[in-house]
Nanobody, 115 residues
Framework: QVRFEESGGGLVQPGGSLRLSCAAS????????VRWYRQAPGKQRELVAH??????YYLDSVRGRFTISRDDARNMMFLQMNSLKPEDTARYYC??????????WGQGTQVTVSS
């Protein structure tokens, strides 16, 4: 059974930074593509960033402020978030997937940006 441990969320003032981490276990992490999603109250879940076949993608509203990365040796993925804005407030989820209906989700970590 694939397990995740997400961390790094919290309360931060506008303009601040947070680094989200997601550690996966019971999986050959290097075989998977990685994604970060977020979901704000009353809104649909949206894709924030992903690394697929070595290519990174960012949601327009976070490009230049967020950086996705991965460390296959430690089975981990990260989301560095800088210049945070109140509209970044959401629950953030890590996700790994590969062809063949292999799609696994973390439990999420809350990020709140408020003064």
């Amino acid at each position: 059974q694939v397990r995740f441990e997400e961390s790094g969320g919290g309360l931060v003032q506008p303009g601040g930074s947070l680094r989200l981490s997601c550690a996966a276990s019971s999986v050959i992490f290097s075989l998977y593509h990685v994604r970060w999603y977020r979901q704000a109250p009353g809104k649909q879940r949206e894709l924030v960033a992903h690394i697929t076949n070595g290519v990174t993608y960012y949601l327009d509203s976070v490009r230049g402020r967020f950086t996705i990365s991965r460390d296959d040796a430690r089975n981990m993925m990260f989301l560095q978030m800088n210049s945070l804005k109140p509209e970044d407030t959401a629950r953030y989820y890590c996700n790994i997937w590969k062809t063949g209906n292999y799609d696994y989700w973390g439990q999420g970590t809350q990020v709140t940006v408020s003064s």
